[in-house]
């Protein structure tokens, strides 16, 4: 099994600060890889990144719920969307982004759709480079 890094991460790095194995990494271009990325074939389901995520954007992957019900207010980050937002990462840097949406209260989203990009972006995307 891995961990997966759903839509509703906002690319704010606090995960990759406490993976003992070094296998989050930020998709870059984010225009095309909009979220960070976990390698299936190296995380070894510690679970330290989870409780790290300020928006609880990363689940085992057999928990990746497929109608993740919206609090309201947050924002759905996948290629596709094209509302804006502009935030601040774990370091303070600037974060903004244009494949967003805003979810309401009560919205049901499939986040069973991020699993597959998550694997892409290391088996034909560009993986551990879109880091240097
Ligand atoms: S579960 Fe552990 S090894 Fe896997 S990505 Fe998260 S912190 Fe890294
Ligand atoms: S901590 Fe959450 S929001 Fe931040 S980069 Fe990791 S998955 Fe994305």
């Given at each position: 099994?891995?961990?997966?890094?759903?839509?509703?991460?906002?690319?704010d790095g606090s995960?990759?600060e406490?993976?003992?194995?070094?296998?989050?990494?930020?998709?870059?271009?984010?225009?095309?890889?909009?979220?960070?990325?976990?390698?299936?074939?190296?995380?070894?389901?510690?679970?330290?990144?989870?409780?790290?995520?300020?928006?609880?954007?990363?689940?085992?992957?057999?928990?990746?719920?497929?109608?993740?019900?919206?609090?309201?207010?947050?924002?759905?980050?996948?290629?596709?969307?094209?509302?804006?937002?502009?935030?601040?990462n774990c370091d303070?840097?600037?974060?903004?982004?244009?494949?967003?949406?805003?979810?309401?209260?009560?919205?049901?989203?499939?986040?069973?759709?991020?699993?597959?990009?998550?694997?892409?972006?290391?088996?034909?995307?560009?993986?551990?480079?879109?880091?240097?």
């Open positions: 099994m891995t961990h997966i890094i759903t839509g509703l991460c906002l690319r995960c990759v406490v993976c003992p194995v070094e296998c989050i990494v930020p998709g870059k271009p984010a225009a095309e890889w909009p979220t960070y990325y976990i390698d299936p074939d190296t995380c070894i389901d510690c679970g330290a990144c989870v409780a790290e995520c300020p928006f609880g954007a990363i689940f085992t992957e057999d928990d990746v719920p497929s109608a993740y019900s919206a609090k309201g207010g947050e924002s759905l980050n996948r290629l596709g969307l094209d509302g804006h937002y502009e935030g601040t303070g840097d600037p974060v903004e982004l244009d494949t967003v949406r805003q979810l309401q209260a009560g919205e049901l989203v499939d986040l069973t759709e991020d699993i597959q990009k998550n694997g892409e972006f290391f088996q034909s995307g560009p993986g551990y480079d879109a880091a240097d």
